[in-house]
């Protein structure tokens, strides 16, 4: 018979004190793009040209990087270094005007219940690795259930509705449905970010994104976003920091 | 037709059937019957005549009725004399109809989908029950279709292998190696060797994680919470080391056409140098404490048993074949890999979820050891070919062995992407989810979806 209690307490604890103490990604790992202030137009340009997703947006001052629709492939800092790096600042969420309202009533409903949410998720046709990073916060080195974060069966008891993956025409009705069963005040979390905006999906074969179909409260980019973005973007559903809107630079 | 009939004789003769997909072009459109005889592969072309109307050969052989099924349903031609049954690719339409029959039949039928409980992908299972058994199941999937291969047209070499990536984002590296390797065959390429073992290290850790899962998620079914969060913990140890040698959590974005993005071996090693020992202590510290916990191992035993007729008659490919005592593990008859595998890792002839859960602990083993093969040759020079080398026309295939089992890709490649088309492990295997579950109960079904371990996106594509 296997002693799993002593083997765990072997290894001491794993968990990150992450969103109370700051938490570090790799060096090498992709999450934010950002664009050197000052690059020259032709090295924008030339990053630009190989974004397959159609991200980095030409402004008067240079370029934008639209967040959301970014799938982290890192061609532009590959190609075009001189213009374009990736840092690996993992707090990508994006958030719009309407959430603040959601979030007051959300908060007045968790603090009777002591402050614990529940999330149900919905697949809308995602690359299966969305589903496997949001497993990944319950494992011991995220543990989101420390957080009150807890996964629930059916949509009456859910607070968050989390989807992932660029929604197919044969999703639409059961994502509508499962937003329709749950009880209001409810938050809409798009995750990832061809959920959050189609990425390098053709138009007509998809359906579109998430906000297509049910009000999205906070966006969470990446392909997929890691553990500890989804943690955040999380914490900005419920509330306890805060985060750019879509679009913002 | 002719190519049937080939593929037809070459089954009765003890091959096994692949695949059969069709290339539409201006004016015809062609069917590719693909089949296997020791580890060989056969391509059999035909052209479909104009009446539009071919005849099935799923009646001879079953594995043959998914893949009719669906040519027919993307490209309308009619395979005459198979067994009506309903369209496996999804349409508005069918809910209505599939609710309507689970409203007015006698023995009880329950739709399970396409939105379950917990963190799954979306599937439906029509489940017919008397009671606690199962009668019959059957699966209506591609609700997850995302027109990913008509993506692929005329498609760039630069983004086409993040199309790749996309069909199924858990095993990225070997969804990428495979369409690759069909480009660089079309035209005539090797890849460097240092570019060969950084695909063989990310394609093998891949498979590490991803039979990490699956036993994780049987533990889980078990109610063996701190067994499942701990081999959980060891995944996310995999999922770190990947991350901090190429840049993603699960390897994403390293491989291109002709070699690798940028030369990541030497970040592999330097990251496994630190990670690569503590990670697989881990992994198999908690292989030795599932293996060794008796009221995980009664759930296991004896559920969700096939014959080995059965995965032979259905085609099925990797863990869940082998856990049924059929071999074919490309990586024995397709050697790219940096260092030549001569055996498969375990056959188990039980084919039962227990079986499956072996013979991916050996896998894992065994993983581990062509990993550090592959570092431990540390071949030198470039990482990828020049790009003016990258020229050519004609089709070819590859097959990868992907962590669900044989991967194929077949590609048509004239100065741009005509056709691409992808036979994914997990479509091969999921007719074989079917028979695997009359016989046992209701609280069996998710130990047998996970012990199969397959991923749904790589089906519907």
């Known amino acids: ?249 | 037709m002719e190519a049937a009939d080939r593929a037809m004789r070459r089954v009765t003769e003890g091959a096994r059937f692949v695949w059969l997909f069709c290339e539409a072009g201006y004016t015809d459109r062609m069917l590719h019957y693909v089949t296997d005889l020791d580890g060989k592969l056969e391509f059999a072309r035909g052209v479909v005549p104009e009446s539009g109307e071919v005849a099935s050969i799923a009646g001879v052989v079953p594995a043959a009725r998914w893949y009719e099924q669906e040519v027919h349903n993307r490209f309308a031609v009619r395979f005459n004399g198979s067994t009506d049954h309903p369209p496996i690719i999804k349409s508005p339409e069918q809910d209505a109809e599939k609710l309507r029959r689970a409203l007015g039949d006698e023995v009880s039928t329950v739709l399970y989908g396409p939105v379950r409980s917990g963190i799954v992908e979306s599937a439906c299972w029509i489940i017919e029950t008397a009671g606690e058994d199962f009668v019959a199941v059957h699966p209506s999937m591609f609700f997850k279709h995302r027109g990913l291969e008509k993506r692929f047209e005329g498609a760039t070499l630069e983004l086409a292998p993040f199309i790749a990536e996309h069909i199924s984002g858990v095993t990225p590296s070997s969804h990428a190696t495979a369409f690759c390797r069909a480009v660089e065959t079309v035209c005539g390429i090797d890849v460097p060797p240092r570019a060969r073992a950084a695909r063989t290290i990310l394609v093998e850790l891949e498979r590490v994680h991803q039979h990490l899962d699956s036993l994780a998620k049987l533990a889980d079914d078990g109610s063996l919470s701190i067994g499942s969060a701990q081999t959980f913990a060891a995944k996310e140890r995999v999922h770190r080391l990947l991350s901090e040698a190429t840049g993603h959590r699960f390897g994403r974005g390293s491989i291109c056409v002709g070699g690798m993005r940028s030369d990541i071996f030497g970040a592999l090693r330097t990251a496994a140098e630190r990670e690569l020992d503590i990670v697989e202590r881990e992994a198999l510290s908690v292989l030795r404490g599932l293996f060794g916990t008796q009221s995980l191992l009664d759930r296991l035993i004896g559920t969700g048993r096939l014959s080995r007729e059965t995965v032979q008659a259905y085609g099925g490919v990797g863990p869940v074949a082998r856990g049924s005592g059929v071999v074919n593990d490309a990586r024995l008859t397709d050697g790219w890999l940096y260092a030549p595998l001569d055996a498969p890792a375990a056959i188990d002839l039980n084919g039962d979820a227990m079986a499956r859960a072996r013979v991916r602990e050996a896998e894992i083993r065994q993983s581990f050891r062509l990993v550090r093969e592959a570092l431990d040759g540390s071949p030198t020079g470039k990482s990828c070919v020049d790009q003016e080398r990258i020229q050519g026309k004609g089709r070819a295939h590859t097959r990868v062995e992907s962590p669900q089992g044989e991967l194929l890709y077949f590609v048509h490649y004239d100065e741009a992407l005509v056709r691409v088309a992808v036979r994914s492990a997990s479509f091969a295997n999921w007719p074989l989810f079917v028979p695997s579950l009359p016989g046992n109960i209701f609280t069996d079904f998710s130990f047998i979806e996970h012990s199969f371990g397959l991923v749904q996106s790589e089906t519907d594509r």
Request: net charge neutral.
């Open chain 1, 1 to 249: 018979m296997s002693n799993w209690i002593g083997r765990g307490l072997r290894r001491g604890i794993l968990t990150t004190n992450y969103p109370f103490q700051g938490e570090a990604m790799p060096e090498r790992y992709r999450a934010r793009p950002i664009v050197f202030p000052g690059a020259t137009n032709e090295h924008i340009e030339r990053g630009a040209a190989v974004c397959l997703s159609a991200a980095i947006q030409r402004s008067e001052r240079g370029a934008i990087i639209n967040m959301q629709r970014c799938f982290q492939c890192g061609e532009c800092a590959r190609i075009a270094p001189e213009a374009f790096t990736f840092t690996n600042d993992f707090e990508l969420a994006l958030t719009g005007d309407s959430i603040e309202m959601v979030r007051a009533e959300l908060r007045r409903r968790t603090r009777a219940l002591g402050r614990s949410i529940h999330i149900r998720h919905v697949d809308c046709g995602s690359d299966a690795s969305c589903e496997q990073e949001l497993q990944a916060i319950f494992n011991p080195f995220y543990d989101a259930n420390r957080l009150g974060i807890f996964l629930t069966a059916s949509p009456r008891h859910a607070d968050i509705l989390v989807a992932t993956g660029v929604v197919t025409h044969a999703m639409v009705e059961p994502l509508r449905r499962t937003y329709d069963a749950m009880p209001s005040p409810k938050v809409v979390i798009a995750l990832g970010s061809a959920a959050s905006s189609g990425t390098i999906f053709a138009d007509d074969d998809v359906a579109g994104p998430v906000d297509r179909f049910v009000p999205v409260d906070v966006k969470v980019p990446g392909t997929p976003p890691a553990p500890l973005t989804i943690i955040h973007g999380l914490w900005v559903a419920l509330g306890h920091v805060t985060a750019p809107r879509p679009g913002a630079a």
